[in-house]
């Protein structure tokens, strides 16, 4: 068993939420900067322009690209070789969002409890996190600070497999048209396919997190990925909800064997400020 110490893994996932706060991806930043060029309405240009500029500035000056630093939301890949010593995983995790977020001014945004007391942690702990055990001897990081403006525009629907492939479309698209300016577009809309419900969640989570401009290995999907792009982006809701074409910046499928009466639906929709980052030890 190969030896991973608390401390390491504290570290590296402190680092992590800092970079993702104050850093957008790059295959972001060049999808921003193509819209520009061929986005058609004026407003929806000084838009981008101005999310572009802002995102420099984060970057150059190490400060949250947006106020909202999100919930923190971590994908693990636990080795199964691994052997985590020096303290407790979990606490691990959880030590370096507190400090991340207390060291680096990033806004504490999470409650307690989400229906009484709702009262502030202030230290923007108890982290989300979704482990997998694999095979091999290392730990694998993504994580992605989580904003609510998006999230609150997620929706989930059991569709009968009847409704094939249109009633996904329909859905998908009838849930950013709701959804408006509310979710900060140009948005990332992650869908997940099949499963049970909360399989379906994981799923398009992890949509969203996909860089923008990879599709689906699956042919069929990485067209129904490109066709549902280009409806949402003739709904006109255009960039921060002013009118225009760039609505999406992608549409990222995933799916996953379900039950031969299902078809779980799940659209988790993601902001412009598209934050993740990933590390392995
Ligand atoms: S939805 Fe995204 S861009 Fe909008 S306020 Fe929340 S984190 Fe910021």
């Given at each position: 068993?190969?030896?991973?110490?608390?401390?390491?893994?504290?570290?590296?996932?402190?680092?992590?939420?800092?970079?993702?706060?104050?850093?957008?991806?790059?295959?972001?930043?060049v999808k921003l900067k193509e819209s520009v060029q061929t986005e058609e309405s004026e407003s929806g240009k000084v838009i981008l322009e101005q999310i572009i500029k802002n995102n420099e500035i984060a970057k150059?000056?190490?400060?949250?690209?947006?106020?909202?630093?999100?919930?923190?939301?971590?994908?693990?890949?636990?080795?199964?070789?691994?052997?985590?010593?020096?303290?407790?995983?979990?606490?691990?995790?959880?030590?370096?969002?507190?400090?991340?977020?207390?060291?680096?001014?990033?806004?504490?945004?999470?409650?307690?409890?989400?229906?009484?007391?709702?009262?502030?942690?202030?230290?923007?702990?108890?982290?989300?996190?979704?482990?997998?055990?694999?095979?091999?001897?290392?730990?694998?990081?993504?994580?992605?600070?989580?904003?609510?403006?998006?999230?609150?525009?997620?929706?989930?629907?059991?569709?009968?497999?009847?409704?094939?492939?249109?009633?996904?479309?329909?859905?998908?698209?009838?849930?950013?048209?709701?959804?408006?300016?509310?979710?900060?577009?140009?948005?990332?809309?992650?869908?997940?396919?099949?499963?049970?419900?909360?399989?379906?969640?994981?799923?398009?989570?992890?949509?969203?997190?996909?860089?923008?401009?990879?599709?689906?290995?699956?042919?069929?999907?990485?067209?129904?990925?490109?066709?549902?792009?280009?409806?949402?982006?003739?709904?006109?809701?255009?960039?921060?909800?002013?009118?225009?074409?760039?609505?999406?910046?992608?549409?990222?499928?995933?799916?996953?064997?379900?039950?031969?009466?299902?078809?779980?639906?799940?659209?988790?929709?993601?902001?412009?400020?598209?934050?993740?980052?990933?590390?392995?030890?």
């Amino acid at each position: 068993m190969r030896e991973i110490h608390f401390d390491i893994i504290r570290q590296t996932v402190k680092e992590l939420f800092l970079k993702a706060n104050y850093i957008i991806g790059d295959d972001i930043i060049v999808k921003l900067k193509e819209s520009v060029q061929t986005e058609e309405s004026e407003s929806g240009k000084v838009i981008l322009e101005q999310i572009i500029k802002n995102n420099e500035i984060a970057k150059n000056e190490r400060i949250a690209a947006c106020q909202d630093t999100g919930l923190a939301v971590l994908f693990v890949k636990l080795g199964q070789e691994a052997k985590v010593v020096g303290g407790d995983f979990n606490e691990a995790i959880n030590q370096a969002v507190r400090e991340a977020y207390i060291e680096g001014y990033l806004r504490k945004s999470v409650v307690d409890d989400p229906l009484f007391d709702r009262k502030n942690t202030n230290d923007n702990t108890p982290a989300i996190i979704h482990l997998e055990i694999v095979p091999g001897d290392k730990i694998h990081f993504l994580v992605t600070p989580k904003g609510f403006g998006s999230e609150n525009m997620s929706a989930l629907k059991m569709l009968k497999p009847a409704d094939g492939i249109e009633g996904v479309k329909e859905f998908i698209v009838e849930t950013v048209k709701k959804a408006g300016p509310n979710p900060c577009p140009p948005i990332v809309v992650g869908v997940g396919i099949g499963g049970t419900v909360e399989k379906a969640a994981l799923l398009a989570k992890k949509a969203t997190l996909r860089r923008v401009g990879e599709h689906n290995k699956d042919p069929r999907y990485a067209r129904l990925e490109k066709e549902v792009l280009e409806k949402i982006n003739r709904l006109g809701i255009g960039p921060a909800g002013l009118g225009g074409r760039t609505t999406a910046l992608a549409v990222n499928i995933e799916y996953f064997p379900t039950h031969i009466a299902g078809l779980p639906v799940v659209v988790n929709i993601c902001c412009h400020a598209a934050r993740h980052a990933e590390a392995e030890i």
